[in-house]
């Protein structure tokens, strides 16, 4: 995988919106993923691909298979038989740690249920006679980003696990004679082309965010996407090598932004207008309220501001409500929330 | 604990969820809860943050199944045999949580694998219903669990014990579980026999209160920056509620429940009109754990008032339609034919919806077929201005109310097909699918490895040969997975759209009804397409899509005038059918004619009439093909069939557009009980 360079991030031409989203959601993974909605080459999938150069480090066990932080989790490795790691040797000794860039896993659309969750351990069954849990990409992308392309064509099934996990932060795993569970926490990026069928609403409520992009108009920035693709294609090395400083100015800001963030202060009257926001347009549950809060106070630290404002509330509504708003059966998806409030706020007796 | 939990004291709001969930942990006599709502309202984090408070109960050190100390009688074997008698260990009571992607040998138990290998013997190992024993089994999203094993729970729950024949062990260990399940009814419903195990039912939605909700947020975000320091925060809180669970839980045997209540509690079931007398029982529980919350030594009229509408919620039916105006005023002349007793009262009407908003009106007792029916009226003021080219004939209706549609499904067949969705149950033969079962029948390659070792497990001692392995398999131990899977069916679409459909609201009815089955093909994700047919010709205004939001947008925008070329509908639909089939030969498509059946413009030179029975007769003759009419015709004087005899032709379904909805059994959860 890396000895393949990928696309940079920065490199992209335009897309802000769809760009901001996965930078907030990288500064502030509470914030639970960005759900980015598109017709056919928008540059999804790259962007996603691409943050791999900017993604801060975290600190993990070696070897760990669930992405551990010594003695996070004494249940998990009580039940785990790996030998690699060292939380197992005799007489235990001190754990090794590395930091490593947050990882990107990849849930093929085509993914069956057992490596999803994981599964029973053939290898360990038949050479020791011992059952043993075999990690799957669940474990893999705890404390990472968990990526579905063509989320929206995903088996039913395995949406119901994503929802099970993303809900709980947990992995549980009743299955094939194994009883095991483990964290899960990550971001759930996925993206879809919404002429291919909707998401389920309980899925959609998941993604932290929201974002709809459509591909450029630009005459100018058209020609700068062609020439930049076509000069990455001829030169992959040479092409990140030139984008190399504008990478890493991003990467440190984000880090700057993550280190920023507990001190970002929100006032209380903005936190009523959060809520008046959600009502105005129609939003069910709170946690649109919630994902506003955080997204106003993440676009804060990543603006360098230790004070959320007004204008980082509405930008962070334009990114959390789309998906969220109470909508009739079988309405498209809102595409301008601002808008929309503005029309309710007017005529409130037409929302009623 | 390595996930932090947010602390149930913390909780903002949503009372009667929280006073639900608590009455359970004083009294697991009322059975379980079960938490439906939008979502986002902390159904799911309110469950987990009970299982924090729950108190302690004492069972057999060591048990798997937690035997009750005091309850010799009712030991397991294990706790029988225990010679020295059996050590007593305080532990709390568990959440045990159940995830959708269980299999049947996990969740019942199955056969001791590293028992097994290492001595031959076969024993039982004990699954999540004896873990649950005692304590509360909690499954999120519930309406999302697989049949089989919803079956294998309802089981349990009915008989308060798990038996288990499988993989040569059999056993049977005491499983009484509270249940509490979380659902949104976005996702579908819950199948009725297992909505009525849970004893009490709890609407939640989000808090309308600015205060309440910016309070809410700022714990929220509170926490996810520091979890555990604000569980530190809330720990007083939940330590007070957990005592007085405790206290309430010591006390509840002494409270009393007073005769002239229960005649309260029988009237109130009643009144609700609810199946069977469960709900009475669990009234009377909840009742009870609700009066030793308080203190009080007896239960209290309020003790009842505050829980009857949550054990009611789900069990109430509808009750039976206000009476209609009587007969003989409506329609003395009414042909004795009609086959429904209840249902002609509202047939008679073109459109039942309408005709209440307007039952208020003098005119309403008139003759059932008027010519300017309200119907008419409010489809006229629907109408928009001519344009795009449409012409002056074409009108446009409103779509009208919506209602939950009865099931159809194509009937389960051993063929094994692909595709996914949620109608129909099939045999899968990829390798997806939710591995329901392993079968000893070797075709499809899917080797079930974990039934396969438990196949082999016994006969390893026998085996051993000194390869190394530990497990040696036999080809004769091989066990495969059998697969299943609902799949979406290919939903077809066909609909009038002749002048005729837009006399009297007919459209606007027709409109909803289609509406309705779309939302229908949405839950179960079905592929839809639409055929309209009009004037001379048949379009197909949607070719087969999983995007269900197009099909409700053009059903909006579909201009309605001219004659009915029924028969050219007909031919459309074959082509979509054919096409569709050959991609897919294993494809069970359904196909929903709404029509009045008026033919009236024939493509060749037969009677339109005759020429459409003839091509509906060839159209069935595939029988992959199921068949659906949709009748809108009205039950007025003139009266012609002709969608009947349609349907006749084609073997096919017939309702009218009223008969559709599902039946209103269990109407779910509305507020405003009591």
Not at chain 1, 221 to 244: K, L
Request: proline fraction near 6%.
């Amino acid at each position: 995988m890396s000895n393949r360079p990928v696309y940079p991030f920065v490199a992209i031409v335009g897309q802000e919106k769809m760009k901001l989203a996965l930078i907030l959601n990288i500064i502030n993974p509470t914030l639970s993923g960005v759900l980015i909605r598109g017709e056919k080459g928008t540059a999804k999938s790259t962007a996603v691909r691409s943050l791999a150069n900017i993604l801060p480090a975290i600190e993990v066990v070696k070897d760990c298979p669930f992405q551990l932080l010594p003695d996070s989790a004494p249940d998990v490795c009580e039940g785990c038989s790996r030998q690699e790691c060292g939380c197992k040797s005799n007489p235990p000794g001190p754990v090794e740690t590395v930091h490593r860039g947050i990882r990107v896993v990849e849930l093929p659309v085509g993914a069956t249920e057992d490596r999803v969750v994981g599964t029973m351990d053939l290898e360990e069954a038949l050479k020791k006679g011992e059952k043993r849990f075999e990690p799957g990409l669940l474990a893999a992308a705890h404390r990472g980003i968990l990526y579905v392309d063509e989320v929206n064509l995903l088996e039913d099934h395995v949406v119901d696990i994503l929802l099970d996990s993303a809900a709980m932060g947990v992995n549980t795993v009743e299955r094939e004679g194994v009883s095991f569970s483990h964290p899960a926490r990550f971001t759930l990026v996925g993206t879809m082309n919404p002429e291919e069928g909707e998401l389920r609403p309980q899925l959609l409520d998941r993604f932290g965010l929201c974002v709809h992009i459509e591909g450029i108009n630009d005459p100018e920035d058209r020609v700068a996407i062609m020439e930049r693709r076509a000069a990455f294609d001829e030169d992959p090395e040479g092409f990140c090598e030139q984008w190399n400083e504008d990478s890493k100015s991003l990467a440190e800001k984000i880090e700057k932004a993550i280190a920023l963030y507990p001190q970002v202060h929100l006032d209380r009257a903005l936190l009523y207008e959060i809520a008046s926001y959600c009502l105005d347009v129609g939003v069910d549950g709170h946690r649109g309220d919630i994902i506003i809060l955080k997204t106003a106070k993440t676009m804060a630290a990543y603006n360098g501001r230790t004070e959320a404002l007004k204008e980082d509330v509405n930008a962070a509504a334009e990114l959390a409500l789309p998906h969220r708003i109470r909508r009739q059966p079988l309405q498209n998806i809102m595409l301008d929330v601002g808008e929309l409030r503005r029309q309710k706020q007017m005529h409130p007796e037409a929302s009623a | 604990m390595y996930n932090p939990v947010y602390p149930f004291s913390a909780l903002i709001g949503q009372e009667r969820l929280k006073r639900a969930l608590i009455l359970n942990a004083i009294n697991p006599r009322i059975g379980g809860v079960l938490i439906r709502g939008e979502k986002g309202t902390a159904k799911s984090t309110a469950v987990r943050a009970l299982g924090e408070l729950l108190p302690e109960i004492r069972v057999v050190a060591g048990c798997p199944y937690s035997c009750d100390p005091d309850q010799p009688q009712s030991f397991c074997g294990q706790c029988r045999n225990r010679a020295d008698g059996v050590q007593v260990r305080l532990r709390r009571i568990r959440v045990i949580t159940l995830p959708l992607n269980a299999t049947e040998d996990r969740v019942a138990g199955g056969i001791d694998f590293n028992l097994a290998v290492k001595t031959g013997l076969r024993s039982f190992q004990p699954g999540l219903l004896a873990k649950a024993h005692r304590g509360i089994l909690y499954v999120d999203e519930v309406n999302l669990l697989d049949d089989h094993i919803v079956d294998i729970i309802l089981d349990a729950a009915a008989s308060g014990r798990n038996s288990v024949e499988r993989e040569g062990v059999s056993s049977c260990h005491l499983s009484r579980f509270i249940l509490v399940g979380t659902m949104n009814p976005e996702e579908g419903e819950l199948r009725p026999q297992l909505l009525d195990r849970f004893g009490l039912c709890v609407e939640v939605v989000s808090e309308k209160d600015l205060e309440k909700r910016a309070a809410l947020m700022h714990r929220r975000e509170a926490y996810d920056r520091d979890p555990w320091g604000f569980i530190r925060r809330f720990q007083a809180e939940n330590d007070n509620l957990t005592r007085q669970i405790v206290s309430a839980r010591s006390s509840l045997k002494v409270v009393s429940f007073p005769d002239h209540l229960r005649r309260l509690v029988s009237e109130i079931c009643t009144e609700s009109n609810v199946a069977g007398h469960r709900a009475d029982l669990v009234i009377e529980q909840a009742a009870k754990a609700a009066a030793a919350l308080k203190g009080h030594p007896e239960v209290t009229v309020e003790d009842v008032q505050e829980v009857a509408p949550l054990a009611l919620a789900h069990r109430k039916r509808e009750t039976a339609p206000p009476p209609p105006p009587p007969k003989h005023e409506h329609n003395p002349e009414r042909p004795p034919e009609n086959p429904e007793g209840k249902q002609q009262e509202r047939e008679e009407h073109e459109q039942p919806e309408q005709d209440q908003a307007h039952s208020e009106g003098p005119l309403e007792t008139g003759e059932a077929p008027p010519s300017e029916g309200p119907g008419e009226a409010q489809g006229n003021s629907e109408e928009r201005p001519q344009a795009r080219g449409f012409d002056s004939a074409d009108q446009f209706f409103d779509v009208g109310e919506t209602f939950k549609v009865k099931k159809f499904a194509s009937p389960k067949d051993r063929v094994f097909r692909r595709g996914s969705g949620r109608r129909s149950r099939t045999r899968v033969a990829q390798k997806q699918g939710r591995y329901v079962q392993s079968t000893i029948n070797r075709n499809t390659g899917d080797v079930a490895f974990d039934a396969t070792l438990r196949a082999a497990a016994p006969y390893q001692l026998k085996r051993k040969n000194g390869s190394g392995l530990a497990v040696i398999l036999r080809p004769e131990d091989i066990r495969e997975k059998i697969r299943e899977r609902r799949i979406g069916n290919f939903v077809l679409f066909v609909v009038d759209a002749s002048g005729s459909m837009g006399a009297r609201g007919r459209m606007t009815a027709s409109k909803g009804a289609i509406k309705s089955l779309l939302l229908d093909a949405y839950q179960k994700r079905d592929h839809v397409a639409m055929v309209s047919f009009r004037k001379d010709d048949a379009v197909l205004n949607l070719p087969p899509t999983a995007s269900i939001e197009l099909a409700a947008g053009l059903l909006k925008e579909m201009p309605v005038g001219g004659r009915t070329p029924l028969s050219a509908g007909l031919v459309k639909s074959y082509e979509v059918l054919r096409n569709y089939l050959v991609r897919d030969p294993t494809a069970r498509p359904i196909v929903i004619f709404i029509t009045d059946g008026k033919a009236n413009v024939a493509l060749g030179d037969k009677k339109p009439l005759e020429e459409s029975l003839e091509l509906a007769v060839r159209l069935a003759a595939d029988e992959r093909i199921r068949f659906i009419v949709v009748d809108t015709e009205s039950q007025g004087l003139l009266h012609f069939g002709l969608a009947c005899k349609l349907a006749g032709a084609m073997n096919a379904q017939y309702f009218k557009t009223e008969d559709l909805k599902a039946d209103t059994l269990l109407n779910i959860a509305k507020e405003n009980v009591s």
